[in-house]
């Protein structure tokens, strides 16, 4: 089976923060994605990797950063958390072979708590 | 620009009730793809149907049921005699086979079977 690992479940952090979401998938995705959930918006796009080293700005990418040194993991930064960067924090790869149709295998989440 | 519109919120049944979640989108790209997914409290986002701009047959599966109309744009989907199981928060998607990193998610629609 496919597995798609947050490296946290929860998180508390302090505003200026600076924070680590990491994603491991274990299945040769070249396709990795971080999206952000909140209630009565669904899931909103942060950043996009098509494969290693290779990155594109979702629609809300202000304030995060990522980075794919490695084909298994794709990290989202938070540079200096804030307030309103408390969210759920959802990981999902894909593979290329699939030409954009095939479907997503995600992670459990992470919550993030920015205090 | 597209668009996944789920209008319904929360809907609550009681246990073996039938039950439909709409889902309207909107698009001007004549290949894309439409996707279910349920999240149970895990949080784990699992993968239920892809559908193509292409293939407008309905589709059914066990307890589940999916009906897609073009000329309505909508891609609805039904719960026959539901089970506790099947409370969960349930997102449409948009792909479109134009950008592999454009997939549209509606705002979900939060499920609960009541025994």
């Known amino acids: 089976d496919v597995k798609v690992t947050q490296s946290s479940r929860y998180l508390v952090k302090r505003t200026g923060e600076k924070v680590f979401l990491e994603c491991v998938q274990d299945?040769?995705?070249?396709?990795m994605f971080w999206y952000r959930q909140d209630p009565g918006l669904g899931l909103r796009l942060i950043y996009f990797?098509?494969?290693?080293?290779?990155?594109e700005k979702g629609d809300i990418p202000e304030g995060y950063s990522v980075s794919r040194e490695k084909k298994e993991r794709f990290s989202l930064i938070l540079e200096s958390a804030s307030t309103n960067q408390t969210s759920m924090y959802l990981c999902?790869?894909?593979?290329?072979?699939?030409?954009?149709?095939?479907?997503?295998?995600f992670g459990e989440g992470s919550r993030l708590t920015v205090l | 620009a597209q668009k996944v519109t789920q209008a319904q919120t929360e809907i609550s049944v009681v246990e073996k009730e039938d039950v439909t979640l709409d889902c309207v989108y909107e698009?001007?790209?004549?290949?894309?793809?439409l996707f279910w997914y349920k999240q149970p409290p895990s949080g784990e986002l699992v993968f239920l149907i892809r559908?193509?701009?292409?293939?407008?047959q309905n589709e059914i599966s066990g307890r589940y049921s999916w009906n897609f109309q073009k000329s309505t744009s909508s891609f609805n989907f039904t719960i026959t005699a539901s089970q506790v199981v099947d409370s969960a928060v349930y997102f449409c998607?948009?792909?479109?086979?134009?950008?592999?990193?454009?997939?549209?998610f509606g705002s979900g629609t939060r499920l609960s079977i009541r025994p």
């Open positions: 990797s098509y494969d290693v080293k290779m990155k």
């Open positions: 698009t001007r790209d004549t290949t894309y793809y």
């Open positions: 559908r193509n701009s292409f293939d407008e």
């Open positions: 299945m040769d995705h070249e396709n």
């Open positions: 999902a790869s894909r593979p290329l072979g699939t030409k954009n149709t095939g479907e997503l295998f």
């Open positions: 998607a948009l792909s479109l086979y134009s950008s592999a990193s454009k997939i549209i």
